[in-house]
């Protein structure tokens, strides 16, 4: 009950920001004289996103599908290759460079490749959700792993364990926080990223929503994209936080291991 008390406290101080931001967005759009092809005010906006949501919700799940996928990939994959990292020093020492670099590699140069490879089918858009969310995961838990202060695995060791049960039943519970935070870092940007390489060659998805919104000048069903692009956002964040709960308790937060400590 207190933990729920204080995140509404917390909660409280940005929407009322929030709030003050779109009274003063709406007052600006309608008394300031602004085009709505400018800049629309939120109004307009919620109205054009309700008239067009016959066309909105497909695109919506064809990129929230994209979303989705790729990131649960990402999050296989990230925690696998992170827990291989922290396992094989030689393998972090081939590999790691590597991985860093592809999150180099701007999504425009290598959204092409994907649709030439993969045509205009989604599974080139979850590929590339994929691949660009990986990096922090990997990151997160191999740098999570490697902070686990020592005295946990001597313990566990002491009392018999071997080093796999202690390195799957101690050191990752340790570092789940840290893990989870790699997990809300990439889930920042899936969808993002989705409707982006939409944009750049795809049938359906909110990338070509926003493509056809640009085409014929709508800029409220432009804001009405980047208002559902936060909404899944803002859902896949909030599913995150659940399961951590579910999973951890409210000791998840307790089990966060700082980097500094490494």
Known sequence: MRVRQQSGTRALPPTITLLALLIIWELAARLGGVSEQVLPAPSRILDATVQSREDLLPATAITALEGLLGFLLASVLGIVIGLALYSWRTLHDALYPLIA?????????????????????????????????????????????????????????????????????????????QIFGGLRISAAYVFATAATSEYLGARNGLGIWLQSAFNSFRTPLIFSATLVIILLTALLLGLITLTERLLLGDAGDDHMVNPDDE
């Open 101 to 177: 670099g592809a999150q180099m590699i701007p999504l425009i140069t290598i959204a092409p490749l994907f649709v030439i490879w993969f045509g205009f089918e989604p599974l080139g858009k979850v590929v590339i959700v994929a691949v660009f969310a990986l990096f922090p995961i990997v990151v997160q838990t191999y740098r999570g792993l490697k902070s686990v202060p020592r005295f946990y695995q001597d313990v566990a060791l002491n009392c018999g364990a071997t080093e796999t049960w202690t390195l799957w039943h101690v050191k990752l519970r340790v570092a789940s926080g």
